[in-house]
């Protein structure tokens, strides 16, 4: 990797935008301190903020059993911002749901003002501040990826849909069901009134990941491992890049390919390992990662609030546009990006990209436009198919796609 | 730059971890807990962490995708983890023992035999905390009967101080505190001093008698602000008994996240003191103040009202009145726990005096004594 542009370069880049976008410091600044101590009642006191409204959607699955909890006990929004949760599942779901929301009250969490359950996802979005859609059609056994998609194409247009009737229009989106990316993209699709912009994937359970093994064979402490960012899709063919981090050791900042001094590993191993570590928890434990997703959950969501640490970026899948690093516009793209106080996130401009990282780039943009192509597909079908029975929403902008030509209804 | 030793947190003002082992580490209450003593929920955010993982062998790979999961999470206080299936590894040095392990109850099972079957579980464990833990280790028992189990855990680490023994019925506050709160109409975190007295089953009793809220800023005992006595001493106390039960039959699986939050509480609140004014209910062994106190027998595992010093050590709350059918309710729930510790201290006398046969028996054969040994009646 012939870098141009050092991590130290990228990072003063970094560091101009961040000071470019930050907004005077507003009065409550989310440190972590002595959280049992917080005398402040939250939820009866006339000083305390009003709740954020939150949804988490796939509410009786594993993800949001850990999920919920984090969000409830202040780790997203900070020790003084109380919550209000509320939680979508399928009718099936509905009954555990409930367990959930009895065991979220057991907590006797200060935080949380209210509960929210439902089927319904014109109640479950109202008024949201966030949409965490953890949710998704599962992949089964002999399932074809087409499938998948159709189903999840179902899912998120509904999805999409209530969230633009009833959502603040300020909503913030995270998509974690998979195929995630392309789901974050039909949701937006189906959202004409919020701005796309506002639609994210999470692809920071992969950053955590990658950042985790570095620490591990770089015999340092994870948090002293930084701007190691994730491209692309979450998918096998996401790039781990670490073209762009560093270690700090010693109080001094090494970028990683020179602390680490393996080219091979960094480029080989490395990347495997990162994009399979799903599977391998899934071995071990015969269940998915629901802990260090839902942490990853967090982590996107709490810096989405907040702001990232000066100098730092962090990754998130966002629309593309502009053809930054070459990638098309229109697609759920994992960059890295730079967030400011406000929660306003920018992509990180003019990093370098070596021929290595190009093709990396290239490849699962190729994966990435094949399934918009397919999913765009399925969506010229539904509207095709489907007769606008459902009440249509009151002066929302502009319809969904056009429908195709053809009327025709291919089982595929 | 070489590869050093396993990731060691680089805070300025270097702070020694604590050492904490879990055991059931491959379990669900596992799941929500681990993390959140790893983020620095339990011990505040300046505090690094070791975890001790203990499980059976059968969950040894189960517990290898915690650990890795655990590393994905990218925790920085989070100092190191080791996982064993060795209690003398898992306890080694440790600063609080969270025992989440325990025989569940197969249908048919009689209570003697899970009794008996915990009795060899917490002898091995305690055994094994007299010999390597830190002698001002904390332990907490979840793995039921909770109880029992902290008293036979206690009995086998005489090194240790028994006052450092407790079992879990914060799970049991939570639950009682946040229905008061429904009920009265205010946030949970206005209920204060719900206690829980006895055992960690059907006996316990949930007692509001000494509780208040705080509503529009003034404080109003629970029996004011719930003017319902029938229902306070009926309908309530069986709904926090039977908790557990409805959240099993909705979810299917019992309560993992708010039992992992209970002892996230019990351990915070021992770990850092409560505050003045208030107490919390943990079981502890009782010595002959807390037994005085309130007409209970010494060294039982019983759940008491405490206020706990910012040094960690507690006192139990003395000095509260008890009303006619709070006694009826302690005395019944006094009665379960003196019956377990009956048949557990059998089986532990039998356990020792087969130990003692069989040393006698090979000391016999070892003088070449051809004698038989008489049996030792269970």
């Given at each position: 990797?012939?870098?141009t542009?050092s991590?130290?370069?990228?990072?003063r880049?970094i560091?101009?935008?961040?000071?470019?976008l930050?907004?005077?410091?507003?009065?409550?600044s989310?440190?972590?301190?002595d959280t049992?101590?917080?005398?402040?009642?939250?939820?009866?006191?006339?000083?305390s903020p009003?709740p954020?409204?939150?949804?988490v959607?796939?509410?009786a699955?594993q993800?949001a059993?850990?999920?919920l909890?984090?969000?409830a006990?202040?780790?997203?929004?900070?020790?003084?911002?109380?919550?209000a949760?509320q939680?979508?599942?399928?009718?099936?779901?509905?009954e555990?749901?409930?367990?959930?929301?009895?065991?979220l009250?057991?907590?006797a969490?200060p935080?949380?003002?209210?509960?929210?359950q439902?089927?319904?996802?014109?109640?479950?979005?109202?008024?949201?501040?966030?949409?965490?859609?953890?949710?998704a059609?599962?992949?089964?056994?002999?399932m074809?990826?087409?499938?998948?998609?159709?189903a999840?194409?179902g899912?998120f247009?509904?999805q999409?849909?209530?969230?633009?009737r009833?959502?603040?229009k300020s909503?913030?989106?995270?998509?974690?069901g998979?195929?995630?990316?392309?789901?974050a993209l039909?949701?937006?699709?189906?959202?004409?009134s919020?701005?796309?912009?506002?639609f994210?994937?999470?692809?920071r359970?992969?950053?955590?990941?990658?950042?985790?093994?570095?620490?591990s064979?770089?015999?340092?402490?994870?948090?002293?491992?930084?701007?190691?960012c994730?491209?692309?899709?979450h998918?096998?063919?996401?790039?781990?890049?670490?073209?762009?981090?560093y270690?700090?050791?010693?109080?001094r900042?090494?970028?990683?390919?020179?602390?680490?001094?393996d080219?091979?590993?960094?480029?080989?191993?490395f990347?495997?390992?990162v994009?399979?570590r799903?599977a391998?928890?899934i071995?071990?434990?015969?269940?998915?990662?629901?802990m260090?997703?839902?942490?990853?959950?967090?982590?996107?969501v709490?810096d989405?609030?907040?702001?990232?640490?000066?100098?730092e970026?962090?990754?998130?899948?966002?629309?593309?546009d502009?053809?930054m690093?070459?990638?098309?516009?229109?697609?759920?793209?994992?960059?890295?990006?730079v967030i400011?106080?406000?929660?306003?996130?920018?992509?990180?401009p003019?990093?370098?990209?070596?021929?290595?990282?190009?093709?990396?780039l290239?490849?699962?943009?190729?994966?990435?436009?094949?399934?918009k192509?397919?999913?765009l597909?399925?969506i010229?079908h539904?509207?095709?198919?489907?007769?606008?029975?459902?009440?249509?929403?009151?002066?929302?902008?502009t319809?969904?796609?056009a429908?195709?030509q053809g009327s025709?209804v291919?089982?595929? | 730059m070489?590869?050093?030793a396993?990731?060691?947190?680089?805070?300025?003002?270097k702070?020694?971890?604590?050492?904490v082992?879990?055991?059931g580490?491959?379990?669900?209450i596992?799941?929500?807990?681990?993390?959140n003593i790893?983020?620095?929920?339990?011990?505040?955010?300046?505090?690094?962490?070791?975890?001790q993982l203990l499980?059976?062998?059968?969950?040894?790979e189960?517990m290898?995708?915690?650990?890795?999961?655990l590393?994905?999470?990218?925790l920085?206080?989070?100092?190191?983890i080791?996982?064993?299936?060795?209690?003398l590894?898992?306890?080694r040095?440790v600063?609080?023992a969270?025992?989440?392990?325990?025989?569940?109850?197969?249908?048919?099972m009689?209570?003697?035999?899970?009794?008996?079957a915990?009795?060899g579980?917490?002898?091995?464990?305690?055994?094994?905390i007299?010999?390597?833990?830190?002698?001002?280790?904390?332990?907490?028992?979840?793995?039921?009967?909770?109880?029992t189990?902290?008293?036979?855990?206690?009995?086998?680490?005489?090194?240790?101080?028994k006052?450092?023994?407790s079992?879990?019925?914060?799970?049991?506050?939570n639950?009682a505190?946040?229905?008061?709160?429904v009920r009265?109409?205010?946030?949970?975190?206005?209920?204060?001093?719900v206690i829980?007295?006895?055992n960690?089953?059907?006996?316990?009793?949930?007692?509001v008698?000494?509780?208040h809220?705080?509503?529009?800023?003034?404080?109003?005992a629970?029996?004011e602000?719930?003017?319902?006595?029938?229902?306070?001493?009926?309908e309530?106390i069986?709904?926090v008994?039977?908790?557990?039960?409805a959240?099993?039959?909705?979810r299917?699986?019992?309560?993992a996240?708010?039992?992992?939050?209970?002892v996230?509480?019990?351990?915070?609140?021992?770990?850092?003191g409560?505050?003045?004014g208030?107490?919390?209910?943990?079981a502890?062994v009782t010595?002959?103040?807390?037994?005085?106190?309130?007409?209970?027998?010494?060294d039982?595992?019983f759940?008491?009202?405490?206020?706990?010093?910012?040094?960690?050590h507690?006192e139990?709350v003395?000095?509260l009145?008890?009303?006619?059918?709070?006694?009826?309710?302690?005395d019944?729930?006094?009665a379960?726990?003196?019956e377990?510790?009956?048949?557990a201290f059998a089986?532990?006398?039998?356990l020792?005096?087969?130990k003692?046969?069989?040393?006698?028996?090979?000391t016999a054969?070892?003088?070449g004594?051809a004698a038989?040994?008489?049996e030792?009646?269970?």
């Open positions: 990797m012939a870098a542009m991590p130290f370069s990228a990072r880049r560091l101009a935008i961040a000071h470019h930050r907004a005077p410091p507003t009065g409550s989310f440190a972590l301190r049992q101590h917080h005398e402040q009642p939250a939820t009866t006191s006339s000083a009003a954020v409204r939150v949804c959607t796939g509410a699955g993800i059993y850990t999920l909890f984090s969000i006990s202040g780790h997203v929004f900070g020790p003084n911002q109380p919550v949760l939680l979508l599942d399928i009718p099936q779901g509905a555990a749901m409930n367990g959930v929301a009895m065991e009250q057991d907590c969490l935080l949380l003002a209210e509960v929210i439902t089927t319904n996802p014109l109640v479950a979005f109202k008024d949201v501040d966030y949409a965490i859609l953890l949710g059609m599962p992949r089964r056994e002999g074809q990826r087409k499938d998948l998609l159709r999840n194409v899912i247009k509904e999409g849909e209530a969230l633009d009833v959502a603040k909503v913030k989106v995270v998509v974690v998979n195929p995630a990316n392309t789901n039909i949701c937006a699709h189906y959202a004409p919020i701005p796309s912009r506002q994210t994937a999470l692809t359970l992969d950053e955590n990941r990658a950042k985790a093994q570095l620490a064979r770089a015999g340092v402490a994870v948090e002293n491992v930084k701007n190691v994730i491209w692309g899709n998918s096998n063919t996401q790039f781990p890049d670490v073209a762009h981090g270690i700090v050791a010693s109080d900042e090494v970028p990683v390919a020179d602390y680490v001094g080219k091979a590993y960094l480029e080989g191993e990347i495997k390992t994009a399979m799903g391998a928890i071995a071990a434990r015969k269940l998915s990662s629901a260090s997703a839902a942490k990853a959950v967090a982590d996107h709490r989405w609030h907040q702001g990232t640490p000066d100098g970026f962090v990754s998130m899948a966002v629309i593309s502009g053809n690093y070459g990638v098309p516009p229109g697609l759920v793209y994992s960059f890295p990006v400011d106080k406000k929660g306003k996130y920018r992509i990180v003019g990093l370098d990209v070596s021929p290595f990282a190009r093709a990396k290239d490849a699962t943009t190729a994966e990435l436009q094949e399934e192509r397919e999913a597909d399925h010229a539904q509207v095709a198919a489907v007769p606008a029975v459902t009440a249509k929403p009151a002066t929302q902008g319809q969904a796609a429908p195709a025709s291919s089982t595929n | 070489p590869a050093l396993p990731p060691a947190t680089q805070h300025p003002a702070v020694e971890p604590l050492r082992c879990v055991t580490a491959a379990g669900q596992a799941y929500s807990l681990i993390i790893a983020n620095g929920t339990v011990f505040g955010p300046e505090q690094p962490v070791i975890l499980d059976i062998a059968p969950a040894l189960a290898k995708g915690v650990e890795m999961e590393y994905d999470c990218a920085p206080l989070l100092a190191g080791v996982l064993t299936t060795d209690p590894e898992a306890f040095d600063d609080y969270i025992l989440l392990g325990a025989m569940p109850r197969r249908a048919g009689l209570r003697k035999d899970l009794l008996k915990n009795v579980i917490f002898q091995v464990q305690g055994a094994a007299d010999a390597v833990a830190k002698k001002t280790v904390k332990v907490v028992v979840v793995g039921n009967p909770a109880n189990n902290a008293l036979v855990c206690s009995h086998y680490a005489p090194s240790i101080p006052a450092n023994f079992a879990l019925t914060r799970l049991d506050e639950r505190k946040s229905m008061v709160a009265a109409g205010v946030a949970v975190d206005q209920v204060k001093n829980i007295w006895g960690h089953s059907n006996t316990q009793y949930p007692d008698a000494h509780a809220i705080t509503r529009d800023g003034a404080r109003v629970v029996e602000a719930i003017k319902d006595e029938a229902y306070l001493h009926g309530f069986k709904a008994a039977l908790r557990g039960a959240i099993i039959a909705a299917k699986l019992s309560s996240m708010s039992a992992a939050k209970a996230v509480d019990h351990v915070r609140d021992w770990h850092f409560t505050r003045s208030e107490f919390v209910s943990m502890v010595d002959a103040h807390a037994a005085a106190a309130y007409g209970i027998p010494e039982l595992c759940s008491l009202p405490l206020s706990i010093k910012e040094d960690g507690y139990v003395a000095g009145p008890v009303s006619d059918f709070a006694r009826g309710k302690l019944a729930t006094v379960e726990l003196e377990e510790k009956a048949e089986h532990i006398e039998y020792a005096a087969v003692k046969a069989e040393e006698e028996a090979k054969h070892a003088n004594d038989p040994v008489a030792v009646s269970a």
